[in-house]
């Protein structure tokens, strides 16, 4: 039940309730009325009685009827009917005009209990009127009697009506005032909930995280319109004969029915196998710690086709034939790779300098100054070109599909396509593209934009970073942007710029292989010697500052300090592969989380037992899903990622639908994994809170989340991912055929 109609059903009882009291009051306060003025009446009596006795018992051996003026003024007030005087046989002796005929003392106090022996009061009616009779004793010497009193109770009936038309009339008060201030506040909810609706849509069309589960008022609604929205669009797919499942199989399909005959190419900096020399002199084969590599080689392995990298291996040579191709996988060959060589120098100026030391800093917030050579830049040219020409030579049609992969080559979509002008270029950024302003700090913006407008798709992991884009392109360049379709008309050439978020094949190969949990989990404590009982947390990225590794240690250290009973009962396992050793900030980063996690372990640690265990070392997929299935919870805090594909890659792992993901929200996961504990990295407390509340988190709890995870990840996987660019591919790819008939006529 949405917190909508649980709002309305409760003002629906609260008025219910209301009613029903007012209703119960209405006798309740008659009862009371009649008590009251009863009460009233008698208390008047007992004042007439007081102030005349004396009097009355003076004169009653004279002549009685001397006593009738006296009784006569005392009936001026209205509530006093009659007044009279009767004897100790009960015989009326004096009495007003208006005393009715037919009283007499002798039945109203024959009740076997002696006149002067005590007041009496008796309700009843005479003449159709209702009366309260009170009598007094009187005694003098040996004579008796008593002094009667009628008191009209008509004004009682008066009162009890005001009384209950006052009660209706502040019933209604009542419910009008709940009425306005029920419509304000359902106006407020329905205001507040069309709000969070929409701020849900349009977080999941401009990619920021979605807001579903921190609101309280759209924790449940948020995942209700997710589940509507990929209906909707799952609908439209149909429609459109787009499969529902995506896997291998279906993306064969899709490329023989919409890219038939086509030539397929990827081109990246990262080769997805690396031949290196093992220390006894054996070639070994290993698979680099790269989300790029692990997004993609599923789908070469799927599509066929070329793959184009830079040869980093030191056996990278000796692996290759005449023409620089070696096939892979080894194991099962479905694809060629293609090796491009490139010096030491050209690396330190392609690579770790335009690449790493300007680009990536520049479009990650993570607060490093991006450092602009000319000489790096030159470098960036030469190798963009290179690749290009060597794309050009590999291609056997004049209208190959290159898949051109993030921002080591945004230069190579307007070289190929200077080359290879029919050529189908799709291009993907998969690290985040910022705001116009920062990116107007680079020196050659105008050609990294030029260079990649010359791409037919441009792709972004969020419509947020697409939105940057065209920000950029409007600040910057000459050009037509149609926001309508979301394309960018330079130079006579039309580009799509799309969102694409980029995912992991399903099921994860390295998934197939793995013992069971039990096992894993036996193994990975074995390992590591630790006890049965120890709650593992992991964490698995490559050294690079974006990760938010330094923080995420010191939120270990502030979780120990302030919930010191998790002390010998949780080991944070944290595994970093070693990367851009060249570069300062990246070796200062490993020195500083060597230096913090000994400071840690120093600080909270005893008999041997270690808080964090930090591995730096290259970890193979089997090894890296070994530990997800023994972990209790993954954490993922990444400062600024594009989409950081381990957060889906823990959740692929869990087959057994447990363990808790704690992700940041600047990753661009987070916009897809809703489920997960979004922390903010920068807030340490507020992570250390998420990370205890994770290891206490019951099992339903997390099996619900994990359920709802996984099908997210199994239904946007890696294949639907290749496989929307694909079909866009397609379509223009038609569009232009049809544009290409139309011209030859």
Known sequence: MSNLSRGLLLLAFFAAALLGLVAALVPLSTSLIEQWSRRDVELRSELVFNSIRDRIEREVTSPPQELGPLFERLTSDERILALGLCDASGQVVVATRRMPRDVQCHPIIASGTPVAQSVRFERTRIDGERVLVG????????????????????????RVVEARWYMVVVGIALLLLVGTLASLILGLMQRRYMAGVLATIQDMRTGRPQRGVMDPVLKDESREIRGLLRDFREKIRQEDGTPLEWSPSTLQDLLENEL????????????????????????????????????LEPVMRACGGTWVAHGSGSADRETVDASDHVLVPPAKPAYRLRRIWITDEEQEGYYYGFANEGLWPLCHLAYVRPIFRESDWQQYVAINQRFADAIVREATRSDPVIMVQDYHFALLPRMIRAQLPKATILTFWHIPWPNAEAFGICPWKEEIIAGLLGSTVLGFHTQAYCNNFFETVDRFMESRIDREHRSVVFGGEETMVRPYPISIEWPPA?????????????????????????????????????????DRLMAIDELLTRQPQWKGRFTFVQIVAPTRSKLPSYTSLQKEALRLTDEINERHGSDGYKPILLVVRHHEPDEVYE??????????????????LVAKEFVAARDDEQGALVLSRFAGASSELGEALIINPYDVQGMAEAIGRALIMPEDEQRERMRLMRAQVRERNVYRWAGQILLDASRLRKRQRVKEFEEGL
């Open 510 to 550: 390295a998934l197939l292989s793995q013992q069971p949990v039990s096992e894993c989990r036996r193994a990975v404590r074995e390992r590591f010697g630790l006890p049965e009982d120890m709650k593992i947390g992991v964490g698995i990225e490559r050294f690079d500052y974006t990760k938010g590794i330094l």
């Open 260 to 295: 038939p005959d086509a030539e397929v190419f990827v081109v990246s900096n990262r080769e997805p196998y690396i031949h290196n020399h093992a220390d006894d002199g054996r070639v070994v084969v290993q698979r680099p710690a790269s989300g790029l590599v692990s997004a």
């Open 135 to 158: 009598i007094f004793p009187l005694t003098t010497g040996a004579a008796t009697g008593s002094l009667v009193i009628l008191h009209e109770l008509a004004f009682v009936s008066d």
């Open 627 to 644: 530990l997800f299935r023994a972990a209790d919870l993954c954490v993922v805090s990444s400062l600024h990622d594009g989409m950081n």
